[in-house]
C-alpha cells in the first residue's frame, strides 16, 4: 500500500507564508500524479492544485498566482507553497495520489490524513 503523510500546517499570518509536505512511503507502487485538496467547515472538499510524474501543473482559479505545487520525485514527496494567504484559505489541507502497483500495472488512489492551516487576519 500507500502511505501519504501531510506535514507543514499551522497558524499563518495573512500575507505571510507557509510551505507544505506530503510524503509518499512505498516499495511495491509507482506514484504517478499528486494533488492537494483542501476543506473548510461545512463545505465541500475542492482541489487546491495537481501535478504529473513530469511536473505538469494545474490550479484552482482562487489560488492561481498564490499557491505553487512541486514535487521531488527522487524522495516521493509534493509541496505546496502558499504565499500570501488569506483567511478564505483556513482549511484543512488533503495530499492525494494516484499510484500504480508495480508487479500489476493496476491504479489505485489514496488520501493522507490532512493537516490544518488557520489563516489570522
Known amino acids: 500500500q500507500v502511505r501519504l503523510v501531510e506535514s507543514g500546517g499551522g497558524l499563518v499570518q495573512a500575507g505571510g507564508s507557509l510551505r507544505l509536505s506530503c510524503a509518499a512511503s512505498?516499495?511495491?507502487?509507482?506514484?504517478?500524479?499528486m494533488y492537494w485538496y483542501r476543506q473548510a467547515p461545512e463545505k465541500q472538499r475542492e482541489l487546491v492544485a495537481d501535478?504529473?510524474?513530469?511536473?505538469?501543473?494545474n490550479y484552482a482559479e482562487s489560488v492561481k498566482g498564490r499557491f505553487t505545487i512541486s514535487r521531488d520525485n527522487a524522495k516521493n514527496t509534493v509541496y505546496l507553497q502558499m504565499n500570501s494567504p488569506k483567511p478564505e484559505d483556513t482549511a484543512v489541507y488533503y495530499c492525494?495520489?494516484?499510484?500504480?502497483?508495480?508487479?500489476?500495472?493496476?491504479?489505485?488512489?489514496?488520501w493522507g490524513q490532512g493537516t490544518q492551516v488557520t489563516v489570522s487576519s
Open positions: 492525494n495520489a494516484d499510484a500504480f502497483r508495480i508487479v500489476s500495472g493496476v491504479r489505485y488512489n489514496y
Open positions: 512505498t516499495s511495491t507502487f509507482r506514484i504517478d500524479r
Open positions: 501535478i504529473t510524474s513530469s511536473s505538469s501543473t
